[in-house]
């Protein structure tokens, strides 16, 4: 198994990892090695790089799939997730009526809740992701995940709104029996005030409102997280860990595989982005040449090469390590390029090293 059969076979990568690693430059070049294969590929990013969603002509922020021309014979086609279009896009989809939705949409705790609830990102890019492949327009779809010290923050986000919707001072609190009401004034108001000093103050009506408009769709968004988590699980859904030969980053790459282990869930792929490229000569030969090099005019040159040979070899240990955390994954390096990755050329350059790995 290879990079390149991941893209090839799979329905759905989720690329996953601590911020600033690469994960959405890996979703896309993911995507584009897919179109570069004749698939129809689609990827979700979190929030790009400025100058890469404009030279994938996402620069305005779209929530639909915008098709990118290039030399490929398939399909590539990006987006920018727009968390709260997307959450209205799921009550839409899950109400009885206008009314119902407009009731929702409206509502202030909705608001807070679909814009800035802890979870929400993750929850809308599993949605956007499980909305996309249902389409059946897509061959594969790649997600970019939210910045998250937590692999399985992306796991548990479809249960964020059923995990609310069941809990029992919720049911209390839309209880038509007012008497009931009464009785737990005082536990529901505790968990409305934590509610609040999560979503902001002055929401407890806003709040029981919310929920009183939510009665009738609980059943719908408790199927849709179980399908939408089958998905997750699915043979079809490929897990991509992102990670960096720093020995910062690679701890926390480390921690991703064990907690998705703990899960009973593998990376499929572990991609190590900005390896120091290496040299023709190893540690000690250029050890030697600084030595030989010393008090002459290129010493400065023996001892950058030295210094990069050293570091190199660094990343190579700390990834031998991560390498056996990770036993059954695909290992996919991809050198540190001279310049960001910011247009379509580049974006190209990574496509090409991550298909070309020969997964060791
Ligand atoms: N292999 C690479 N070589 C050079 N620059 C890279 C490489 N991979 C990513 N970058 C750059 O690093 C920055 C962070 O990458 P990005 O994909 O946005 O990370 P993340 O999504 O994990 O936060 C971007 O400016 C990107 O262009
Ligand atoms: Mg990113």
Known sequence: MTYRDLVEQRDVIVCCGTGGVGKTTTAAATAMAAAQMGRRAAVVTIDPAKRLADALGIGALTNDPTVIDGPWPGTLAALML???????DVVRRHAADDTQVDRILDNRFYVNVSTSLSGTQDYMAVEKLAELHASGDWDLVVVDTPPTRDALAFLEAPKLL?????NAIYKLLISPQQGVLRAVNRAAGTVVRQLSRVVGADVVDDAIEFFQ???G???GFKKRADATLSLLAADATAFVLVASPRADTLGEATYFLDRLRAADMRAAAVVVNRMLPSLSVDVDRAAELRS???GTDAAGLGIALADHAAAAAGDDDRI????????DAVFARVPLL????????????????????TGV
């Open 162 to 166: 059923t995990r609310l919707l069941d």
């Open 292 to 294: 030989t090099l010393a």
């Open 82 to 88: 727009d968390t709260k279009a997307t959450f209205d």
């Open 213 to 215: 408009a939510f009665q």
């Open 217 to 219: 769709m609980e059943d």
């Open 320 to 327: 031998g390590e991560l390498l056996t955390t990770a036993p």
């Open 338 to 357: 001279p310049s960001d990755v910011h247009d379509v050329d580049t974006l190209t350059q990574i496509a090409a090293l991550l298909t070309a790995s």
